[in-house]
């Protein structure tokens, strides 16, 4: 985190028509707080508080309404499948920042396709590690950039164009051919029968129906060996 925040402080400080918005949440706002606090340069911190240069938000956002901005320029995400996708169907460049290791493949991606750079994609361990000047490097080679809006913008039109309207027009067409019949967008648990809807038969024959064969066992045998003692 402190690596990011000074990273970030050089880049804004040389980059006077930009902002940022950090959403961070729990552990990581905590972190972040923490690291403004032990931050030894008073340029740098007061650069962060300045809300016209940089504003924080630990509560839930909008990130799709944030992301249709058109004075959004870059994107730093934290590199999930569903954060990507609604960054480059809105044609923002994508730096990816990750929080888990099962991230780095999208981030990997992200980076061979074009649209953005990952702060993590290591030629070696040594590459690990965060560094603030790698961060001031990437945002500066990043912030509107044509070559990674033009990527991003690519992307959006191929995006659209596999799913989204393209698949929604065809939905609509199918619909009106049904004469609106939307049986078939009925969920499947509501076409089923009340006793599988609740598993009640599973339940039935897996548990309900073994007991009582071993009762009914259990007992035969009691009276067997009953009756061979009164014998």
């Given at each position: 985190m402190k690596s990011l925040s000074y990273g970030l402080a050089e880049f804004l400080f040389h980059t006077p028509t930009a902002s940022v918005l950090l959403a961070f949440r729990n552990?990581?706002?905590?972190?972040?707080?923490?690291?403004l606090n032990e931050m030894m340069h008073d340029e740098c911190k007061r650069i962060f508080l300045n809300d016209q240069c940089v504003k924080v938000e630990n509560q839930f956002i909008d990130q799709k309404w944030i992301l249709q901005q058109h004075r959004?320029?870059?994107?730093?995400?934290?590199?999930?499948?569903?954060?990507?996708?609604?960054g480059l169907y809105f044609q923002k460049p994508i730096l990816c920042l990750l929080l888990c290791n099962d991230q780095l493949p999208n981030a990997i991606m992200i980076n061979q396709s074009g649209v953005g750079q990952s702060f993590f994609v290591p030629p070696s361990l040594w590459?690990?590690?965060l560094k603030p000047t790698s961060v001031t490097?990437?945002?500066?080679a990043m912030w509107r950039n044509s070559r990674y809006e033009k990527a991003a913008r690519v992307m959006s039109i191929e995006i659209k164009h596999a799913g989204g309207v393209k698949r929604a027009v065809e939905e609509i067409e199918f619909l009106v051919s049904l004469n609106g019949d939307l049986d078939r967008y009925?969920?499947?648990?509501?076409?089923?029968?009340?006793?599988?809807?609740?598993?009640f038969d599973i339940i039935f024959i897996y548990i309900i129906l073994p007991i009582i064969i071993m009762l009914y066992l259990f007992i035969k045998c009691c009276k067997r060996t009953r009756k061979q003692m009164t014998d």
């Open positions: 552990f990581n706002y905590d972190n972040y707080r923490l690291a959004v320029s870059l994107f730093i995400s934290h590199c999930g499948m569903g954060s990507i996708a609604e590459e690990l590690f490097m990437k945002l500066s009925a969920p499947f648990q509501s076409t089923l029968p009340f006793y599988q809807r609740y598993l």
